[in-house]
Nanobody
Framework: QVRLVESGGGSVQAGASLRISCVAS????????MGWFRQTPGNGREFVAA????????NYADSVKGRFTISRDNAKNALYLQMNNLKPEDTALYYC?????????????????WGQGTQVTVSS
């Protein structure tokens, strides 16, 4: 069974840092690009960051560029999102996703597996 499980969300104050994680099934993780997306109530899911199957390339939404860093540890089947200098507008439910191919970006249709999400709340 293919599974993605996120963890590490929480409530922090503006300016703080937080790292969220996602653990994936081995079969899913090794050859697939991975991504982070987020969603707030009443809004659609938006792209945050993506990383290639081997971690060699990554890309970010403009809103998080310079503050967030996506990384992966294939030996641990783990995907991470380090979030620094958090802002109240970063408050959302954060999802990890696995792409169909080794490289992917912001197009949600290229991702075919999704986790259940972890909540990040940033207060001012």
């Amino acid at each position: 069974q293919v599974r993605l499980v996120e963890s590490g969300g929480g409530s922090v104050q503006a300016g703080a840092s937080l790292r969220i994680s996602c653990v994936a099934s081995r079969r899913l993780f090794t050859n697939n690009a991975m991504g982070w997306f987020r969603q707030t109530p009443g809004n659609g899911r938006e792209f945050v960051a993506a990383i290639s199957y081997n971690g060699g390339s990554s890309n970010y939404a403009d809103s998080v560029k310079g503050r967030f860093t996506i990384s992966r540890d294939n030996a641990k089947n783990a995907l991470y999102l380090q979030m620094n200098n958090l802002k109240p507008e970063d408050t959302a439910l954060y999802y990890c996703a696995a792409a169909r191919s080794s490289y992917s970006g912001s197009d949600q249709s290229t991702y075919n597996y999704w986790g259940q999400g972890t909540q990040v709340t940033v207060s001012s």
